[in-house]
């Protein structure tokens, strides 16, 4: 049995598919469903730039199997901003704070993001940011900014 | 990357686990988060022709109270050995040592069993395991059975898991009133894995002698190393300074890490020393504290 018929919710939607069983669940998302807002840094959970929620918590797309989701809910980066282009809260931050550069760490950071603000309803030490983003690599901009850009999210949400 | 075929098994339950482990267990690799399998995966280092995924295997998900233990399932993920008030209450080490492993995107997919079954010298719950002096349940359709961590981990990535068998549950002993622990580690970056590390649980007496004393460092050795001349030496003594200073660099000359780019091995020796007095100091001072009534 390498071929797997599996029913994955994807932002929203009933994605029902035959799909190869060695197929990663980053790899479905781009190729098969072309979500390509999840991006394939490392390919084995060092970067966190393919960082989606799994059931609402943060999980690698590049450390799982898609026929491990069966059944389940994920959702991408492509669920947090409105239909008509309103940018999600965390997205208005990062994008007020310039806590991107070349973009390509982004959308790990908004996922891991949007789960650790939901889960931690009051504003978080400096020190309490650095170790939820400590799963995500950047390049470009350095730290920063992303911090600012975290705090500013929370103040937009209220 | 991209993992190579392989067949894809989903057992329901325990005994469903157990009889496909019995037909194809030499061609079969069980995956239970599969944090650490399925980047062997990716990069072509393993490639079994049945993967097992005990991912809904719901026996063997759950943390419970035993008398002396809390026992935890294979399958149980590491997020929820966090954020367990019963581990807090009754094993705080594990508290302490989890919030090492990986990054919390790692812990939500990442299981006891799984860390456990992989046995990486560094890794932290084997240390874990071994310095509270834990057990390990393992099964096959055939039998059940027991095992110490050194019976269990027998060197780097290798442990006595014959091919038919998994692990069931995990046992870590309940940290005895009057005593402290400490979980100690330097990584290069949080989440990496530890260079040295060391968990330590002493418990002292009412003149404030340690009573008991036990220690294991990862990342030191090709298995978790219970340094037991230090713990004897410990036992019956005041934690004073110099018994403290004393107790951690005396089996030093016993530790064989590897060097690598990250850190040379007299690096590693050193810094098991300097890691062991700290984690002593603390668990000292949370004993004095009363911090597990």
Redesign the interface.
């Known amino acids: 049995?390498?071929n797997?018929t599996v029913k994955i919710k994807v932002n929203g939607k009933v994605i029902d598919k035959e799909i190869?069983?060695?197929?990663?669940l980053s790899?479905f998302l781009r190729d098969k469903l072309g979500l390509t807002g999840t991006h394939v840094g490392c390919?084995?959970?060092v970067c966190?730039a393919c960082?989606v929620l799994?059931n609402g918590?943060?999980?690698?797309s590049?450390?799982?199997?898609a026929?491990?989701a069966?059944g389940l809910e994920v959702e991408t980066v492509e669920s947090l901003a409105e239909e008509d282009g309103t940018f999600h809260p965390i997205q208005q931050a990062f994008a007020n704070n310039h806590a991107l550069q070349c973009g390509f760490c982004t959308p790990g950071f908004l996922m891991?993001m949007k789960n650790f603000i939901e889960t931690h309803p009051v504003l978080p030490t400096d020190e309490e940011i650095r170790?939820?983003i400590?799963?995500n690599l950047c390049r470009c901009t350095g730290y920063s900014n992303i911090i600012k850009a975290v705090k500013e999210a929370y103040a937009l949400k209220c | 990357m991209k993992p190579p075929k392989f067949s894809y098994l989903r057992p329901n339950s325990l005994l469903e686990a157990l009889n496909m482990l019995a037909e194809y267990g030499d061609d079969a690799k069980i995956m239970s988060g599969g944090q650490s399998l399925i980047p062997l995966l990716n990069m072509r280092l393993s490639t079994p022709g049945y993967i097992i995924d005990i991912g809904r295997v719901e026996e063997l998900k759950g943390i419970r109270e035993k008398e002396d233990a809390i026992v935890i399932g294979g399958m149980t993920r590491h997020v929820d050995v966090e954020k367990s008030a019963l581990v807090q209450e009754k094993c705080p080490l594990l508290t302490e040592g989890i919030r090492w492993v990986g990054h919390n995107q790692i812990r939500s997919r990442g299981t006891i069993g799984g860390s456990i079954a992989h046995a990486d010298p560094s890794a932290e719950l084997p240390c874990m395991l071994t310095a509270l002096r834990g057990e390990i349940v393992i099964v096959s359709s055939e039998e059940e059975m027991t095992l110490s961590p050194e019976e269990f981990f027998l060197s780097y990535l290798l442990t006595s898991l014959e091919p038919n068998q998994l692990i069931k549950e995990i046992r870590f002993p309940k940290i005895k009133k009057g005593s402290g622990y400490a979980f100690e580690e330097v990584a290069r970056r949080h989440g990496d894995f530890a260079l040295v590390e060391v968990a330590a649980v002493l418990e002292l007496d009412y003149d404030g002698t340690i009573a008991d004393a036990k220690i294991a460092l990862g990342g030191a050795n090709s298995v978790p190393f219970i340094p037991e001349a230090t713990e004897e030496f410990l036992i019956g003594k005041l934690p004073d300074d110099s018994i403290i200073k004393e107790a951690a660099t005396l089996q030093l000359d016993e530790l064989d890490p590897e060097g690598d780019i990250h850190g040379s091995k007299e690096y590693r020796r050193y810094l098991s020393g300097v890691l062991l007095e700290r984690a002593l100091y603390k668990a000292v001072e949370r004993a004095r504290e009363g911090v597990i009534a």
Do not use: K, N
């Open positions: 049995m390498s797997y190869e069983s060695r197929w990663l790899d390919e084995h959970g966190g960082t799994l918590e943060p999980v690698r590049c450390l799982m199997l026929v491990q069966d891991s170790e939820a400590s799963g």
